[in-house]
């Protein structure tokens, strides 16, 4: 037991599901075919908003993470509403531009502490173990030790999380508002012409990822007990994006995969990830030219369920 | 009168396409627009669903302007239309392809599909219905595993016409729908289009296939180099000089 | 003061224009957003400085060096980022990601051959020399910056419009499918531009690394955003719009730090984004009935 849920592997599952999560906010604005730039920027909203309140002004975190992710996606409805009327090209750039203001605002703002960032941002581990002990858990549950079991209890409310994205993606996608998106996605002027607001669909899209990524801000800055301007760089946006681009964003599944593959590899192969960020350049050139739909896609899924199903046939 | 155009022009870039092209349409008729190829036929549809805007003239639909109208509300007033190059969602089953175009006519948003509200599944279950019906109508099969884009030619351009018919039009324009189409498709698609009539809906149509236009429609509009030539009914436009002269060309003496 | 701010806008702004110039160039043609050409840009800068450095070599070869090495790089993308997605139907967002991709790859390559720290040009690359015209000062670098970026504008214009190859140029950028029709070779069209655009990108890097006396691996990022903001304020595909509008940005930004607001710089080129975005999308050069470009 002691084995599997030693320090390192625990804070490796954490970071698999942060970016998962970070993975499905891309996926939603992709679901309306429009590539948002500027998720490292939500991020960037939500932690320090996030942090300035639970830090400065003594919220509880389960308040703070919701309100970092409301702001983060109501300065995307400012941002995206000139940007979306207009074909996906401009959204990129103009999130692009965001994500670099941010930067530069979060760098001269003296609440943000400019290039020193935030410390001493409390954990959720601590939260959770000091909840545990005014509950009568002093020295962990089950014969784990305090830390074990509040960063166990971390992993929880991480999957919950991204358990709770996933219905909502699944059920989304199968109801009136997830078939707007797919028919914007799969022709914007056809889905206009057959009475869909394709501005406010994709506006709300734009919207959603941003509050995801507001949320995962949160997350991340009460995960780490510092943030600074460099946690929210540019590469950080590119990341996420290889999560889509690896693992597909035509199913949710897609870049949650992504996240799992793209976080675990550099863990396994220590060496190679000296050069993380030039791999993923490649990844991103060599998916676009020979598979740009991603590892998985739709015809992926059908294609395994038809040979699944002869197989129980046999 | 439901739809009157009135002096509609369009250029492009210095080119006119159309030139005070103006008709009216009633409710119930079939009106079909016919006319060489490059005529300004599919732009003359651009400009009734706001595609684009005329660069001059009025458009109205039961007395209300259509100018400055985006598309989606063109749609939602009662205009829907089909695409000369079939724009199906390719990916997508015939079946969402029609449910989509319920989309102006339902309401359910995030939240009420996020937790499935009795309002939000009793209106998913109608749509459904309804779509399943349209899809009747036009003769095509559902089938979750074949997705719009891999259908036959024939049925993708059927497709079109029910996913038009879920935005619960008044009055359906179709671009072309006989293009590609056998002689036995073609009968099926005339006695469609009265059935679409019979429902009380108002059609208009683009066609090259004589036979079916002569055959269906109760009047017809005749354009040319963007200049409306010549109105009237089949027997009328048949015997019109104008008419016989720019499909044949001027007979060299 | 103000005289003196204009000068100093209008240098720097006429590196934006050249940068822009190459973002024009690709969207013209292709239609696409190279969202690399930062990075080449400061390729093209670390080129020059190595040449200056080790081997000595005037600061005029610099540039032409810089130009083929660049223009080189160029080819490579289009070869293998660009060209195998035109072979198969993609969405838009292929090319943009794919660029994405070599951009990253770049910048890292960069950090991993030179190194995070900034890097400066040899003292006796170009001499301090200042010249005073009334109450302006000039330097000999801005000087060359203006001369060598307006003259390589108006060249560039000269010769698209003047030119067989620059016609041929127009006529891709029109449509690829006509300009197959009428016998030229387009491909070969789309590596001309390709690699024109990232030679001018090679030789802008030179000149802001001279400028500012500091060459980095991140200097492509923020410059890349820049000549993104010119190409939209500009209106895509415009080349008078790229030349315009980087001087305006080149400007707006010097009276930014002059009036005060010397840390938001950065955050100006966003600025015009926005607005431009608000009050004309289509840029202000960009005509509201095509989606690509036309020179």
């Not at chain 3, 005073?132 to 330097?139: D, E, F, N, V, W």
Request: charged share 15%.
């Amino acid at each position: 037991m002691d084995v599997i849920l030693n320090q390192y592997y625990l804070q490796i599952a954490i970071f698999v599901l942060l970016n998962a999560i970070l993975g499905v906010s891309i996926y939603l604005t992709l679901a309306t075919g429009q590539l948002s730039l500027g998720n490292a920027g939500f991020m960037s909203i939500g932690a320090y908003t996030c942090a300035i309140l639970t830090v400065k002004a003594g919220l509880p975190i389960y308040l703070g993470i919701p309100i970092g992710g409301i702001a983060a996606s109501f300065i995307s409805i400012i941002i995206g509403f000139p940007a979306l009327r207009l074909t996906g090209i401009y959204l990129a750039i103009a999130t692009l531009g965001f994500g670099e203001v941010v930067r530069v605002i979060v760098l001269n703002l003296k609440v943000t502490n400019g290039a020193l960032g935030i410390s001493g941002i409390p954990t959720l581990g601590a939260k959770i173990g000091k909840a545990l002990s005014a509950l009568g858990f002093p020295h962990g549950v089950g014969g784990l030790t305090a830390q074990q079991t509040s960063n166990l209890m971390v992993l929880v409310v991480l999957l919950l999380c991204l358990s709770f994205l996933i219905f909502f993606c699944t059920r989304l996608n199968r109801s009136r508002v997830g078939r707007a998106f797919a028919a914007i996605k799969a022709d914007e002027s056809a889905a206009e012409a057959m009475g869909i607001n394709t501005t406010y669909y994709k506006l709300l899209a734009f919207a959603l990822g941003a509050l995801i990524a507001g949320i995962a801000g949160g997350l991340s800055a009460h995960l780490t007990f510092f943030i600074g301007p460099k946690d929210f760089a540019y590469n950080r946006t590119v990341e996420i994006l290889t999560f889509a681009v690896l693992g597909g964003s035509d199913l949710i599944i897609g870049p949650i995969v992504g996240a799992l593959l793209l976080t675990l590899l550099p863990e396994l192969l220590r060496s190679a990830s000296e050069y993380r960020l030039m791999i993923y350049g490649a990844l991103m050139v060599a998916m676009m030219a020979f598979r740009p739909q991603g590892l998985i896609s739709e015809e992926t899924v059908r294609f395994w369920k038809r040979k699944l199903g002869r197989g129980m046939k046999q | 009168m439901t739809l009157v155009l009135d002096q509609v022009s369009k250029s492009f870039g210095g080119l006119a396409a159309l030139g005070n092209v103006s008709f009216t349409v009633n409710g119930g008729e079939i009106v079909g627009i016919i006319g060489p190829n490059g005529a300004g036929k599919t732009t003359l549809f651009n400009l009734i669903t706001g595609i684009f805007p005329p660069s001059s003239g009025k458009i109205s639909y039961k007395g209300k302007n259509l100018l400055g109208i985006r598309p989606y509300k063109v749609t939602s007033l009662g205009l829907a239309r089909t695409f000369q190059n079939i724009r199906l969602f390719g990916h997508m089953s015939p079946l969402d392809n029609v449910m989509v175009g319920a989309h102006c006519r339902t309401k359910a948003g995030v939240w009420k599909g996020l937790w499935r509200t009795p309002t939000q599944r009793k209106e998913e279950k109608r749509t459904r219905e309804r779509a399943q019906a349209l899809l009747q109508l036009v003769g095509v099969e559902n089938d979750s595993d074949t997705p719009a884009g891999s259908l036959p030619y024939g049925q993708q351009r059927r497709l079109e016409i029910a996913r038009a018919l879920a935005t619960e039009p008044e009055i359906i324009l179709l671009d072309e729908p006989a293009a590609g189409m056998n002689e036995s498709e073609t009968e099926d698609l005339r006695l469609l289009i009265k059935k679409i009539q019979m429902m009380g809906k108002t059609v208009i149509l683009i066609e090259h296939d004589m036979n079916l236009v002569m055959n269906v429609c109760d009047r017809l509009v005749v354009i040319n180099f963007g200049q409306k030539i010549a109105e009237g009914t089949p027997a009328e436009i048949q015997k019109n000089p104008l008419v016989i002269e720019a499909y044949l060309g001027r007979e060299e003496a | 003061m103000f005289w003196q701010q204009l000068v100093n806008g209008l240098t720097l702004g006429s590196t934006y224009s050249l940068v822009a110039l190459g973002y024009t160039l690709i969207m013209g043609v292709l239609n696409i957003i190279n969202m690399a050409h930062g990075e080449i840009f400061m390729f093209g800068a670390f080129v020059g400085l190595l040449l200056v450095t080790y081997l000595k070599v005037n600061i005029f070869v610099a540039m032409a060096g810089a130009m083929v090495a660049c223009a080189l790089l160029g080819i490579l993308m289009e070869m293998l980022a660009l060209r195998p997605l035109r072979r198969r139907a993609v969405s838009d967002l292929a090319p943009l990601i794919s660029t994405i991709g070599v951009s990253i790859f770049l910048e890292n390559l960069a950090l991993k051959i030179f190194g995070p720290q900034s890097q400066t040009f040899p003292s006796g690359a170009l001499s301090g020399v200042q010249i005073q015209l009334g109450s302006i000062q000039i330097s000999l670098v801005q000087i060359i910056i203006l001369g060598i970026s307006f003259g390589l504008m108006f060249v560039l214009r000269f010769w698209l419009s003047k030119t067989r190859v620059g016609k041929a140029i127009r006529t891709t950028a029109e449509s690829i499918d006509t300009a197959n029709l009428l016998g030229i070779n387009t491909n070969k069209i789309i590596l001309l531009t390709v690699a024109l655009a990232s030679g001018l990108g090679g030789i802008a890097g030179v000149l802001v690394g001279l400028s500012i006396n500091a060459v980095e691996p991140t200097m492509g990022l923020s410059m890349g955003l820049k000549g993104l903001a010119v190409l939209i304020f500009g209106g895509m595909g415009n080349i008078t719009g790229a030349m315009v509008g980087g001087l305006i940005l080149g400007i707006a930004e010097v009276f930014t730090v002059a009036y005060g607001a010397s840390s938001y710089r950065d955050a100006v080129a966003f600025g015009m984004i926005i607005l431009i975005l608000f009050i004309r999308p289509q840029g202000l050069f960009g005509s509201s009935t095509r989606k690509g470009g036309r020179f």
